[in-house]
């Protein structure tokens, strides 16, 4: 039972336009959700995290927005740079349990 | 680097083998979480442990067992080893919770 999905592997994108990246979770007991980026032979790193109260975190050129109702998150990077392309990993988490959920990740390829 | 150090960083093993990999976590990190990436899979959760007690337990194989040692450091010990163990496992540490900074991982395969 997946309870975050990533239902795109893999994303191409040209440098300098936007990246969206796509999550969907099954628990309305989330209540804080994160992404994670992993380039490879790293352990993933965190990168930008919104709390459920909310429906919109900025961080640079990293916005994740979060739709409650749809149960769905979206992370945009805007612009795409090369040094992006990376498997970006969706997690979330009910704080009070204490352990994050790992989506399967999306590939992204900023391609110069 | 992160903070969390995982050793080895590659592990070669035969089938049947048993191997310990282990972890220390950030200073002052209580919790220490374990993580499999597997080839095209996302990071499955294993293991928790806060302050030397499980706090929680995910998809871990009984062939799978972890501890957290009073210093802090954790190890998992994988035994009966079988080719389809091979994949990444990630520590992660955090305060408390949530906020998780990985380790770079050990590599194992099984032959």
């Known amino acids: 039972d997946q309870q975050v999905k990533q239902n795109s592997p893999s994303l191409s994108v040209q440098e300098g336009r936007i990246s969206i990246l796509n999550c969907d979770y099954t628990n309305s007991m989330f209540d804080y959700f994160l992404w994670y980026k992993k380039y490879p032979a790293e352990g993933p790193t965190f990168l930008i995290s919104i709390s459920s109260i909310k429906d919109k975190n900025e961080d640079g050129r990293f916005t994740v927005f979060l739709n409650k109702s749809a149960k769905h998150l979206s992370l945009h990077i805007v612009p795409s740079q090369p040094g992006d392309s990376a498997v970006y990993f969706c997690a979330a988490e009910k704080t009070s349990y204490d352990k994050v959920i790992f989506g399967p990740g999306t590939s992204l390829s900023v391609i110069p | 680097d992160s903070g969390v150090t995982q050793t080895p960083k590659h592990l070669i093993t035969a089938t049947g083998q048993r191997v310990t990999l282990r972890c220390s976590p950030r200073?002052?990190?209580?919790?220490v979480y374990w993580y499999q990436q597997s080839l095209d899979q996302g990071l499955q959760f294993l293991i928790q442990y806060y302050n030397g007690e499980e706090r929680a337990k995910g998809n871990i194989l009984e062939r799978f067992s972890a501890q957290q040692f009073p210093d802090l450091h954790s190890e998992l010990n994988l035994s009966s080893l079988e080719l389809g163990d091979s994949a990444l496992y990630f520590c992660a540490s955090s305060p408390t919770g949530g906020g998780y900074t990985f380790g770079s991982g050990t590599r194992l395969t099984v032959v």
């Open positions: 200073s002052g990190d209580l919790s």
